[in-house]
């Protein structure tokens, strides 16, 4: 039992750190904007991650193109790793650090977003296809860890949750895209009665 009230504390303080970190909640509400801005000028957001990032990826792109709080319009979001034949294929052909790039310079265009998550910000496969948006003109958001490992160097709009803990990063990040899709969903089409 003390466990469990143990590991129910600790992603609660983490949370009210959260709550407290005025840098993290501006970058949050440029994330918003940003995305916004991509889907308002027919842009599309895209999603990476790996292990339960992925799964988060899989998640938040599906809260965007299905629905989240209420019925409205699909918008445009989907995870680069959802064909796994693609995967596979670029994985055992080129390099698993390759994946995301190489979709991403297939499906992304200007104007579009991509946004990563990793729990330690220093996956290949990711930063790689961060690199791959500069000369796509693509923005990229990172969700990550305290440090922001090294995909801060090439993020635009760093997300950095305050733990070293991954599955308390993790459950920080899908909370950040929570809101993240909330806002987007009542932004562009307001909130019903």
Known sequence: MNRI???????????????????????????????????????????????????????????????????????????????????????NDYSYDEVFARMLRAQGRPGDILIGLSTSGNSPNIIRAFEATKALRILCIAFTGQTGGKMKEYADILLNVPSTDTPRIQESHILLGHILCELIERRMFGKPE
């Open 5 to 91: 009230k143990e590991a129910i504390q600790q992603s609660v303080d983490v949370k009210l750190n959260l709550l407290h970190d005025a840098t993290l909640l501006s970058s949050l509400e440029k994330s918003v904007e940003a995305c916004l801005q991509s889907l308002n000028n027919g842009g599309k957001i895209l999603f990476c991650g790996n292990g339960g990032s992925a799964a988060d990826a899989q998640h938040l792109a599906a809260e965007l193109s299905g629905r989240f709080y209420f019925d409205r319009p699909p918008l445009n979001a989907e995870a680069l790793h959802v064909n796994t034949s693609f995967l596979t294929a670029v994985a």
